[in-house]
């Protein structure tokens, strides 16, 4: 079985205030993480994964996510958000032993970025 | 990169007609699909596995007769909501299979909005 927690239904940040989006996993082996970005009436927009090596995985548009094995964590961050980052956000893991390809998903966390 | 088409990206339908939505891998070939209902500020909700050439796999509790899939070739899948009603109202998005080994990502097609009256 795998899942995924996002715990905060909301980030609020100041532009130019650093960002972190919050991310823990269970899988029952080792996990293949990923986070994805909705705008508003859209698909999801693939931001950056995890697949193994470094635990700082740098994606898309400024962000990373650092990888925590002990913690079962894959926290999103960004530096100086933007106004444009406001969206919402879904983090999503897979187990590397699975065979279906299935990604289960976090509830989403919607980030807004004040001017 | 990867990209995944949807089509038609908003459709209005009647209750008790049928509406098709189709999925397409624009420059790369998908043997596996997968589709999504997402309900208002809601996370995505797994329908269906699409596999090229055989039957789709469909969660517990999707309807396999009122959510019929079809993935005819390497680049389509399509997804028909047979004899529709208003609860079936919802954000359907597929997605599509890449990647060279391993960590495989699922890339994302815009999104059907369907509206049932």
């Known amino acids: 079985a795998q899942s995924v927690a996002q715990p905060e239904d909301q980030v609020n940040v100041a532009e130019g205030n650093p960002l972190t989006v919050k991310c823990t996993y269970s899988v029952s082996g080792n996990p293949y993480l990923f986070w994805y970005v909705q705008y508003p009436n859209r698909g999801l927009q693939f931001l950056l994964k995890?697949?193994?090596?470094?635990?700082l995985v740098k994606g898309s548009y400024g962000f990373e996510a650092e990888f925590n094995k002990s913690q079962t964590s894959f926290h999103l961050k960004k530096p100086s958000a933007l106004v444009s980052d406001s969206a919402l956000y879904f983090c999503a893991v897979r187990d590397r032993g699975a065979s279906d390809y299935k990604l289960s998903f976090g509830a989403g966390t919607t980030v807004t970025v004040r001017a | 990169g990867a990209v995944v088409s949807q089509h038609p990206s908003r459709v209005i339908c009647k209750s008790g007609t049928s509406v098709k939505i189709e999925c397409r891998s624009l420059?790369?070939?998908?043997?596996?699909m997968f589709w999504y209902r997402q309900f208002p500020k809601q996370s995505l909700m797994l329908m269906a596995t699409?596999?090229?050439?055989?039957?789709?796999?469909?969660e517990q509790g999707v309807e396999k007769d009122k959510f019929l899939i079809n993935h005819a070739s390497l680049t389509l899948s399509t997804l028909t909501v047979t004899s529709a009603h208003p609860e079936d109202s919802s954000f359907y998005i597929c997605s599509a299979k890449w990647g060279i080994s391993g960590g495989y990502e699922q890339y994302f097609g815009p999104g059907t909005r369907l509206t049932v009256t």
């Open positions: 699409s596999n090229e050439g055989s039957k789709a796999t469909y």
């Open positions: 420059d790369f070939q998908a043997t596996t």
């Open positions: 995890y697949i193994t090596g470094d635990n």
